[in-house]
């Protein structure tokens, strides 16, 4: 089995700010209700006084101010989805596992599309909250050991545009670093004693 991260790594760029654009054009309320929250939001990730759940939570949250939030993915994924690596097209099996820090159910119509396996982030869209942690650096190898897809697993390569990946890719066979926002894939670096330690303390 092959695995790979999906924004910046598959999908050439963020998929959910992409997808938020899209709904601010779509739907200009969208930035007077949510941008004073996102500012405050990010400013308090930046000096560490919340989590990368709570950052994310705080993302996301745009979404519960979207009409016909469904239709609007679907309509998203409709006309985004020519942004997947073509690198990854050539290469891509059926078993291929996608685990990714955006929302598990918003990925899930462009994974259906692609015909393989998805762990995301769990949200529930009636309270907004984050079910669990974000799908996110350490967290996706405590998520991949939890899913139905541990029973004798091994994976062959793993692919990530992010260095806080670097727990994952110690499970993998051989490891890759997607760069230039998706378009380019080389070897993984040698990590620093420093950067480890950092990945470690991330508050999830």
């Given at each position: 089995?092959?695995?790979?991260?999906?924004?910046?790594?598959?999908?050439?760029?963020?998929?959910?700010?992409?997808?938020?654009?899209?709904?601010?054009?779509?739907?200009?309320?969208?930035?007077?209700?949510?941008?004073?929250?996102?500012?405050?939001?990010?400013i308090l990730f930046a000096i560490k006084k919340i989590s990368v759940s709570q950052a994310v939570e705080q993302l996301l949250s745009f979404m519960k101010y979207v009409p016909n939030l469904e239709d609007e993915i679907e309509s998203f994924w409709e006309k985004y989805?020519?942004?997947?690596?073509?690198?990854?097209l050539k290469q891509k099996k059926d078993d291929d596992l996608i685990i990714s820090a955006?929302?598990?159910?918003?990925?899930?119509?462009?994974?259906?599309?692609?015909?393989?396996?998805?762990?995301?982030?769990?949200?529930?869209?009636?309270?907004?909250?984050?079910?669990?942690?974000?799908?996110?650096?350490k967290q996706k190898v405590k998520n991949l050991i939890l899913s139905e897809y541990f029973t004798n697993l091994h994976i062959d390569e793993f692919y990530s545009d992010s260095i806080s990946d670097f727990p994952l890719s110690l499970c993998a066979q051989k490891a890759f670093l997607v760069v230039n926002h998706g378009k380019n894939v080389k070897e993984w670096p040698e990590i620093t004693m420093k950067t480890t330690e950092k990945i470690q303390k991330t508050k999830l």
């Open positions: 089995m092959n695995v790979y991260d999906f924004d910046k790594t598959i999908f050439y760029s963020d998929s959910t700010i992409c997808f938020l654009k899209w709904c601010i054009i779509r739907h200009p309320h969208i930035l007077f209700l949510y941008l004073p929250k996102l500012f405050v939001s990010a989805e020519k942004k997947i690596s073509p690198w990854y955006s929302p598990e159910f918003f990925l899930r119509p462009i994974i259906k599309k692609l015909n393989v396996q998805l762990i995301g982030t769990q949200l529930d869209l009636q309270t907004g909250k984050i079910v669990g942690r974000c799908c996110y650096g």
